[in-house]
């Protein structure tokens, strides 16, 4: 076991390398922007892809800082605001999931600020970005584990309103074989519902829906994606994704952001290890950055 002697990145609001690329005008972020169709397809569906983020060398580096940090008691562990080895009920599967991954290794801290992520977030936000969270969501080889059906807001509802926004970057080619991403469209249009759990049943929001919402529920729509690439989504948009059965692994980071202004609802700390942020004040400070403000 290595000792925690790591210096906590959640210090620094600004990339700390070159591995993205820095932009200084809005002129340059033009060719990350959503189309009208993307965002007419965002409007119906309650999620999109958006461009692809990352290149072959951020991959590379993504992953090797996914290797590190995923070694029990590795350099800033301490620095983790959740972090669940295997977070699977089945005890023959594991869904390595955990928050807090920017405060420990560069790339993971720097992708915060990739114009190509924060362009169409900004555009989907309809305002300047702010940082709430990540998350890593990994299924290693032959028995990855499920993600069950959920809305991302039912599990945020300490902060409003609701003007979050999560942004899914595969550091994998994710397919059906592998356990993709699966939306149910229009769901974004649901009232919000229950925590039903988030590493166990596939059928446990049953219990929850209406009829109609259920018979929606019958199409939902897989997100194939190549390394690098994203699709961002609603925070009700339901969603979920299956085992993974085949011989690679399926790796992702996940970038939850909110609209400049959100509020905490909630005088326990928002993550763990975090000051409290008294209720009705905006998220702020030094764990939640402004990542970019548009025209700025
Ligand atoms: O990576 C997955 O399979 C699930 C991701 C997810 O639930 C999310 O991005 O909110």
């Known amino acids: 076991m290595h000792s925690g002697s790591a210096r906590d990145l959640s210090l620094h609001h600004g990339p700390l390398s070159n591995l993205f690329p820095r932009v200084t005008s809005e002129a340059e972020r033009l060719p990350w922007r959503l189309n009208d169709e993307q965002l007419q397809f965002w409007e119906e569906n309650g999620f999109v892809i958006g461009p692809r983020v990352l290149d072959s060398l951020q991959i590379d580096q993504l992953r090797a800082e996914l290797t590190m940090v995923s070694q ?43 114009p190509r992520f924060t362009t169409p977030a900004a555009q989907l936000l309809n305002g300047p970005v702010r940082f709430w969270h990540d998350q890593l969501f990994c299924k290693p080889a032959h028995h990855g584990g499920v993600v069950a059906w959920h809305q991302d807001y039912s599990y945020w509802t300490r902060t409003r309103p609701m003007a979050h926004l999560t942004c899914w970057i595969g550091l994998d080619d994710s397919t059906i074989e592998n356990g993709c991403v699966y939306y149910v469209p229009g769901s974004h249009r649901w009232n919000l519902l229950p925590i039903t759990g988030l590493a166990g049943d596939m059928n446990a929001i049953r219990d929850v829906l209406t009829a109609a919402q259920w018979e929606q529920f019958q199409n939902p729509v897989p997100v194939q994606l190549r390394a690098g690439e994203c699709v961002f989504h609603h925070p009700l948009t339901v969603h979920g994704s299956f085992e993974n059965r085949t011989e690679n692994p399926r790796r992702a980071v996940v970038l939850n952001v909110v609209r400049d202004g959100v509020c905490s609802e909630s005088e326990q700390p928002l993550l763990e290890g975090v000051p409290v942020v008294p209720p009705g004040t905006p998220l702020g400070g030094q764990f939640f950055p402004l990542l970019y403000t548009p025209g700025h």
């Open 72 to 114: 029990p008691g590795h350099p800033g562990s301490e620095f983790w605001y959740e972090y669940h080895s295997n977070e699977c009920r089945d005890p023959g599967k594991i869904l390595f999931h955990a928050l807090g991954a920017w405060r420990i290794g560069v790339g993971l801290h720097d992708i915060l600020w990739n």
